[in-house]
Nanobody, 123 residues
Framework: QVQLVESGGGLVQAGDSLRLSCAAS????????MGWFRQAPGKEREFVAT???????NYADSVKGRFTISRDNAKNTVYLQMNSLKPEDTADYYC?????????????????WGQGTQVTVSS
């Protein structure tokens, strides 16, 4: 079993930056693919960014060039650096872990989820 705990959300203005963190415990973190997903009110959960066990990353087109996902296996933590935030980035952000070294964009492919952290971007 893996426990994931997100932190770092908040209320910011358009153009600001935030860094989300996700601390993992309970299993060999380095062997998991990790991802960040988000869900806005009334919308389905959507892919934001993923990172394989070897550090290879993938991004949604809507965040490419603005967001950066990274992982620190020594700290069992995955990060999402969010720059140039826009009001449309407002959502609950969820960290997810997949029992595979390889990531996927489909939320249904992930086995473990955090409780979410809220990000609100005002215009």
């Amino acid at each position: 079993q893996v426990q994931l705990v997100e932190s770092g959300g908040g209320l910011v203005q358009a153009g600001d930056s935030l860094r989300l963190s996700c601390a993992a415990s309970g299993r060999t973190f380095s062997s998991l693919a990790m991802g960040w997903f988000r869900q806005a009110p009334g919308k389905e959960r959507e892919f934001v960014a993923t990172i394989n066990w070897n550090g290879v990353t993938n991004y949604a087109d809507s965040v490419k060039g603005r967001f950066t996902i990274s992982r620190d296996n020594a700290k069992n933590t995955v990060y999402l650096q969010m720059n140039s935030l826009k009001p449309e980035d407002t959502a609950d952000y969820y960290c997810a872990g997949r029992m595979s070294r390889w990531s996927a964009n489909n939320p249904g492919s992930y086995n473990y989820w955090g409780q979410g952290t809220q990000v609100t971007v005002s215009s």
